[in-house]
């Protein structure tokens, strides 16, 4: 009996001889375990800025097997999750660890407690529940995929990110500053996103709206929306649309107009057209650009409105 | 580098490249054969195995990542004797395959669903469905999958009932 698998050449091959197989392997590559968050940065000093630190790979190792990311050493982070994965409140924030996979995320009930329901919408139609085993808020954010859903989440809600690098220097860079471009972010070749940071707010309603493909698949559009209501005005707003452009896009017009005003399904709709608007969406095979910017305006106000009405129970 | 770790309660022990995913140190350097090497992308789920009793996608986490750790496959189902574990004796009972290529990817997800399940036999079709959502099937447009999945449920309550 021919069992070709086992007559196959030494595994794992490379160069030509992998498109004959029409294997999909990551190039080369060492790798590492951390011992700590200070020997991963350590590590990276090392190795200077030719490594990537890997937290659960659903986003690391595609890239590798596309030769979209060619690091020459992995430094593995998944022994510090004892360490970094946390959902936990300080004072008035929520601090979320940057190995907390999305799973714990959408089981949160402090999450769900603090800010109903963003996260619990956005993880629930994130990828699908196996890779949301293994997943993390720091892959996802690093990744700075811009049709990724919880970039748009952690957009909308001024989350924060906690950057560490050599000697234990820490330094706190908004999403805005964090998302350099497509798959592009402000993380420096010896530093390591370490926690998300999120200001609590009063009188708090969000909410995640996506319109995909199939069940699990990267948005065609989704926007992401967070109110906060005291005495019957907007407080403060978070807008922000996935997919419609080459990082997440920050629909800072919408939030403007949206701030001093009491909530009506016509400021929504308004809000919504600034969405349109101040998006920039591609033709690609989710669409073409002027539907994806349609869907983007009437997500947008979808969101808003169940927001508001949560904000408002 | 060496990579060891535990395959259905056998230890493994091999000199790999650190690039080897793990479907194929189980495949072939463990030349364990049930668990299948599919879409290589993270979207079939037909590589699933279980990590420290959590499904996994194998094509998408490295072997290194594995060492020390425990993996249940599909062949890891059945007990010592050979007696199909309720799950794959479900996937007979209710023909929850055709091809049989996302079989095992299938199975390890619907063990995992039951055990971790409050409620196995007043599972949803949602919950089952949505369960299941990491893995695709050509052949059976899901239907009998959940119900081999269901039947596995109530064959436990069943068996916890009578004992």
Known sequence: MDLSVHTQPQYPLGGEERHTLAMQTPAPCEYSRATSVDDAIGQLEALNGNARILAGGHSLIPMMKLRLANPGHLIDINPLEPELNYIRQEGNEIRIGAMTRHRDMLESDLLERTFPHIFAEAEAVLADPVVRNRGTIGGSLCQSDPAEDLSGVVVALKGVAVLRGPGGAERLVEMDEFHVGPYM????????????????????????????????????????????????????????????????????????????????????????????????????????????????????????????????? | MLVSMTINGQEHSHDVEPRLLLVHYIRENAELHGTHWGCDTSNCGICVVLMDGEPIKSCTTLAAMADGHEIITVEGLEAADGTLDPIQQGFHEMHGLHCGFCTPGMMVTGRWLIDKHPNPTQMTDHEIRDAISGGLCRCTGYNNIVKAIRWAAAYEADAAGRS
């Open chain 1, 185 to 313: 972010t402000a993380v420096g070749d010896t530093e390591m996103l370490t926690e998300v940071r999120f200001p609590i707010q009063p009188g708090h309603g969000s909410a995640h709206e996506k319109v995909e493909r199939r069940a699990g698949d990267f948005a065609i559009v989704a926007a992401s929306a967070v109110l906060s209501i005291q005495g019957g005005v907007i407080k403060s707003a978070g807008v922000a649309c996935s997919a419609v452009g080459p990082t997440t896009m920050h629909i800072e017009r919408a939030e403007k107009a949206l701030v001093g005003q009491a909530p009506s399904e016509q400021l929504f709709a308004e809000a919504g057209k600034m969405a349109s608007e101040d998006c920039s969406p591609s033709n690609d095979g989710r669409g073409p650009a002027d539907y994806k910017r349609h869907v983007a305006g009437v997500l947008t106000t979808r969101a808003l409105s169940r927001a508001a009405a949560t904000a408002l129970r």
